[in-house]
Every structure is written in structure tokens, then in C-alpha cells.
Nanobody, 126 residues
Framework: QVQLVESGGGLVQAGGSLRLSCAAS????????MGWFRQAPGKEREFVAA????????YYADSVKGRFTISRDNAKITLYLQMNSLKSEDTGVYYCAAGQFYSSSLHYRPDVYDYWGQGTQVTVSS
């Protein structure tokens, strides 16, 4: 089992940056593909970014491509999301997730992830 704890959220002005972290428990972190999702008030949870087990492959939603960077440090069992050029539409609760799926075509689907963190709030003021 994996426990995930996000941190790094907060209030930032449009155009600013934030770096989210997701600390994982357990020794099996490197056996999981990892993802970031977000949920705005009144909206469904949506895919933001994902990364393969050893970090060789990354995937992004079109809305964040070129602005966000997902990375992982398996030695520190931590997942990161660097968010630059933030926009008001990036506001929401950000969740990290861990999944044992292998198909690269599934990374955007919340239902293939097995474990979720509690979320961290990101608010971008315009």
C-alpha cells in the first residue's frame, strides 16, 4: 500500500509559479506510475500530468503543456509538479495519484490509479 501526501499549494498571482510535492510512503514507489489531477469547484476531476515509473516518459494535458513540468525522485520517494505562468483557470485542488497500470494510453484516466493523496489547494488570482 502507498500513502501520498501533497504539499506546496497556496495563493499566487497570475503569471506566478508554484512547486507541488507529493511525498510517498513505502519502498515500492518506483513500481508505480504517478499522476497529477486537479478539480475545480463544480467540475469533474481532470488529468494534469503523468510520469512513468523511472521518469523516462511524461504526459501532459494540452492546457498545461509548456507551463507545467512533472518529475519524480525515486530515491526521495517524491513526486513534483513545477507550475509556471499560472492562470486563473489553473485554480483547484491538486491531487497526486499512484497506479500500477502499464499501458501508456491509460495515464489520463483517474480510474486506473490505485492510491490518492488528500489534495492541496492552488488558487491563482487574476
Amino acid at each position: 500500500q502507498v500513502q501520498l501526501v501533497e504539499s506546496g499549494g497556496g495563493l499566487v498571482q497570475a503569471g506566478g509559479s508554484l512547486r507541488l510535492s507529493c511525498a510517498a510512503s513505502g519502498r515500492t514507489f518506483s513500481s508505480y506510475a504517478m499522476g497529477w489531477f486537479r478539480q475545480a469547484p463544480g467540475k469533474e476531476r481532470e488529468f494534469v500530468a503523468a510520469i512513468s515509473r523511472i521518469g523516462g516518459s511524461t504526459y501532459y494535458a494540452d492546457s498545461v503543456k509548456g507551463r507545467f513540468t512533472i518529475s519524480r525522485d525515486n530515491a526521495k520517494i517524491t513526486l513534483y509538479l513545477q507550475m509556471n505562468s499560472l492562470k486563473s483557470e489553473d485554480t483547484g485542488v491538486y491531487y497526486c495519484a499512484a497506479g500500477q497500470f502499464y499501458s501508456s494510453s491509460l495515464h489520463y484516466r483517474p480510474d486506473v490509479y490505485d492510491y490518492w493523496g488528500q489534495g492541496t489547494q492552488v488558487t491563482v488570482s487574476s
